[in-house]
C-alpha cells in the first residue's frame, strides 16, 4: 500500500513563495504519475500540475510560469514550488499518485491528506 504524506503549506503575502513537499512511501515501483489538485470554498476540484515518471510536467493554464513541479525518485517525494502566489491559489492542496502497471500493485489513486496554502492580499 502506497501512502502520501504532504507538508509545506502556511501563510504567504501575494507575491510569495511557497514549497510543498509530497512523501510517498510503500513498494516503489508501484508509483507512477504524481501531481497536486487544490480545492477551495466554491470551486471544483483543478488539477493543479503533474509529473510523469519520466519526469515530464504539466500545468494548468492557471499556474504556467508560476508553479513548478518536481520529483526525486531517490526519496519517493513530489514537490510543487509555488512563486508569485495570488489569493486565488488560496486552497487545500492534495497530493497524488497513479498506480504503475505493475501486475503487483494494487489499482487506484492514492491520496495525500492535504495542506492548507493561503495567500493574503
Known amino acids: 500500500q502506497v501512502q502520501l504524506v504532504e507538508s509545506g503549506g502556511g501563510l504567504v503575502q501575494a507575491g510569495g513563495s511557497l514549497r510543498l513537499s509530497c512523501a510517498a512511501s510503500?513498494?516503489?515501483?508501484?508509483?507512477?504519475?504524481m501531481g497536486w489538485y487544490r480545492q477551495s470554498p466554491g470551486k471544483e476540484r483543478e488539477l493543479v500540475a503533474e509529473i510523469t515518471g519520466s519526469g515530464r510536467p504539466s500545468y494548468a493554464d492557471s499556474v504556467k510560469g508560476r508553479f513548478t513541479i518536481s520529483r526525486d525518485d531517490v526519496k519517493d517525494t513530489v514537490y510543487l514550488q509555488m512563486s508569485s502566489l495570488k489569493p486565488g491559489d488560496t486552497a487545500v492542496y492534495y497530493c497524488y499518485v497513479e498506480p504503475t502497471e505493475w501486475p503487483s500493485c494494487q489499482s487506484g489513486t492514492t491520496w495525500g491528506q492535504g495542506t492548507q496554502v493561503t495567500v493574503s492580499s
Open positions: 510503500g513498494d516503489f515501483i508501484c508509483i507512477g504519475d
